[in-house]
RNA sequence: GUGUCCGUAGUUCAAUGGUAGAACGUCACCUUGUGGAGGUGAUCACGAGGGUUCGAUUCCCUUCGGACACCCCA
C-alpha cells in the first residue's frame, strides 16, 4: 500500500501559498508586538507532562494532550498551551530579569481535540505577556495590545467586540455577597461560562439546582440573574456599588476608550476557562451574527508563576491563534493579496546557461530574488511557468542579451517588455516592490 | 466521547449492480526568442479492508480521512 500524501489527522501542510499568508500573519503580529516593546522568545515544543498537571486538570491531559513516555522514562507532554511555559521561564530567571519583562512568541501548539470549525489539533498562537506589574496599567496595555493587533489587519471597531470583566468581582459577588460555598461557586461559574449558549428557562433551573432552598429564599438566584444580566456597570446592583473591581473596570474602559478602543464592554457572564486568572479577564468577539464567536483572549493570572516555588509575579497576556484569525480575516474581506518572494524569473534561451550564471549573480548580489528556469524548455513553457507562479517579471537571456549587456525585461502583467541593464532592471524591480 | 452528513482523475463535478465521463489543470506538439486564445494528442481516479453477489465504484459492515454540531476549549 503506499504512503499517504496527508497530513496527519487534524494538522496542516503549509504550502508555499499557505506559508506566504502565514508569514504575513506573524509579520503583523511581531510587527504590533515589537512596537509595544515587547521581546521575541521561544521555548521547546515538549514540556514534562508534570507542567499541565500542577494546574488540576488530570482530565485534560488524559483526554486532550498528546502525551508520552520518552526514552527515559519520563512523562512528556505536547504544548498546549505557552502560559506555563512562559511562566517557568520568568520564574527560572526572575532574579536577573528587568521588570517589567514584556514577552511576545508565536509557538505551535497540539491539542489531542475533536475538530471542527475553527479548530484543529495543530495550530499557532501568538502569546504576549507583560510581567511584573500589578497595576491596572498592564491589562490596559495587553488589552490595548490585542485591540492594536486586530486593527494592523484592518479589521474595523464593529466587526469585533473585546469584553471585559472581573474574576474577582464575580467571585466576590458569588462567595461574599450571595453567600455562597467554594464548590457551589465553582459550579456556578461553569455554569455561567455556557449561559449565552443556553435558553433562559434552562439556565435558571441548573441555577436552582446548585442553590440550597435557604439561598434560594435569600433571592440569591434572583440577585445572580440581575448581576448576570447587567448591561453596563452603570446599571450594577445596588450591592455591589462600593465593590472595588466595579471601579477597576469602570476605569479600565475608560481608558480604553479614551486610547480609542470604543468596542470593549462590561460582560458579566465572560468567565474563560476556570483556571489561573485572577482578575480582569477579556475575549474578543466576531459581531457577524454569522460568526458570532470568540475568537481569543486573555487576562490576569498572579498566581501562576508562585507555582514553581518562588515568589509570585504578577502577571497579564492574552493569546490568539492563527486559525480563528484566518476565519476571521476571510469573514470580512480582509486577505491581502500576497506576492511571491520571487522578483524575477529567468527565461533562458539557448545554449546559454554557463554564460548566464554571471549577470544571475549580479542581480542577486545587488539584492533581487531571482529564480531561473534551468529546464531547457522552450520560452513559452518557462513564461507559463512564471505566471503560474505569479512572479512579477520575467528575464530572458540569450546569446543577444549576453553580447549587448542589456536584457529584456518583461512585465507579466502588463506583457510590456524592453531592454535595460543589469542596474536598471535592479531599480525597476525595487520601485515594483513598494507598490 | 456522542450525533448528522460526506469520500470518484491534481482540482471541481457526473454516471452506473456488468470495472467510469466532462470541465479545468498538467505534459507534449501545432508554433525550436515570448504567457493568458484555439487545435491535436497524452497523463491521471472509484480512500482502505471485509461481506452480500455470477459480478460491487454502486448495497452492507469496519476502518481511515473530511465537514458540521454537542462536549470541551487550557
Request: net charge negative.
Amino acid at each position: 500500500m503506499a504512503l499517504s500524501t496527508q497530513p496527519v489527522k487534524g494538522a496542516r501542510d503549509f504550502y508555499p501559498e499557505d506559508m506566504r499568508l502565514q508569514k504575513y500573519i506573524y509579520a503583523k503580529w511581531r510587527e504590533v508586538c515589537e512596537r509595544y516593546g515587547y521581546e521575541e522568545y521561544d521555548a521547546p515544543i515538549l514540556e514534562p507532562t508534570e507542567l499541565y498537571l500542577s494546574k488540576g486538570n488530570q482530565e485534560i491531559i488524559n483526554d486532550q494532550t498528546y502525551t508520552f513516555e520518552d526514552r527515559g522514562g519520563r512523562s512528556m507532554t505536547l504544548r498546549t498551551e505557552m502560559t506555563p511555559t512562559v511562566s517557568r521561564m520568568i520564574a527560572g530567571k526572575r532574579q536577573e530579569l528587568a521588570y517589567p519583562a514584556r514577552w511576545y512568541s508565536i509557538p505551535q501548539f497540539w491539542r489531542y481535540e475533536r475538530m471542527q470549525r475553527g479548530r484543529g489539533r495543530e495550530f499557532y498562537q501568538l502569546n504576549a505577556d507583560i510581567f511584573g506589574i500589578a497595576d491596572l496599567a498592564a491589562d490596559l496595555e495587553i488589552i490595548d495590545m490585542a485591540d492594536a493587533v486586530m486593527q494592523a489587519f484592518g479589521a474595523k471597531r464593529e466587526t469585533y467586540a473585546i469584553k471585559v470583566n472581573s474574576r474577582k468581582l464575580v467571585d466576590s459577588f458569588l462567595t461574599g455577597n450571595l453567600g455562597l460555598d467554594q464548590t457551589q461557586a465553582d459550579t456556578a461559574r461553569r455554569l455561567i461560562d455556557r449561559m449565552r449558549k443556553m435558553d433562559q428557562p434552562a439556565f435558571v433551573a441548573q441555577l436552582d439546582a446548585i442553590i440550597s432552598p435557604s439561598q434560594r429564599e435569600n433571592g440569591v438566584g434572583s440577585r445572580l440573574l440581575q448581576f448576570l444580566e447587567t448591561p453596563t456597570l452603570n446599571e450594577i446592583p445596588e450591592e455591589l456599588l462600593g465593590n472595588e473591581s466595579v471601579a477597576e473596570l469602570k476605569l479600565l474602559l475608560e481608558k480604553l476608550g479614551n486610547n480609542g478602543v470604543t468596542n470593549a464592554q462590561f460582560d458579566p457572564t465572560l468567565m474563560r476557562g476556570f483556571d489561573y486568572y485572577t482578575d480582569i479577564a477579556f475575549e474578543v468577539f466576531d459581531t457577524d451574527p454569522e460568526n458570532n464567536r470568540s475568537m481569543f483572549g486573555g487576562g490576569r493570572y498572579d498566581g501562576l508563576v508562585s507555582m514553581f516555588g518562588v515568589e509570585p509575579i504578577p502577571a497579564v497576556g492574552f493569546a490568539m491563534g492563527d486559525i480563528t484569525l484566518k476565519l476571521f480575516l476571510e469573514a470580512h474581506g480582509l486577505m491581502p493579496a500576497l506576492m511571491p518572494e520571487t522578483d524575477i524569473y529567468i527565461v533562458l534561451i539557448g545554449e546559454v546557461a554557463d554564460k548566464a550564471q554571471a549577470p544571475i549573480k549580479q542581480l542577486r548580489e545587488m539584492g533581487l530574488n531571482v529564480a531561473v528556469d534551468q529546464t531547457g524548455r522552450k520560452p513559452e513553457s518557462q513564461i507559463k511557468t512564471a505566471v503560474k507562479k505569479g512572479i512579477g517579471y520575467v528575464l530572458f537571456i540569450g546569446e543577444r542579451e549576453l553580447e549587448e549587456s542589456k536584457f529584456m525585461l518583461k512585465n507579466l502583467h502588463s506583457k510590456e517588455e524592453e531592454a535595460h541593464s543589469l542596474e536598471r532592471i535592479v531599480s525597476i524591480i525595487k520601485d515594483y516592490r513598494k507598490q
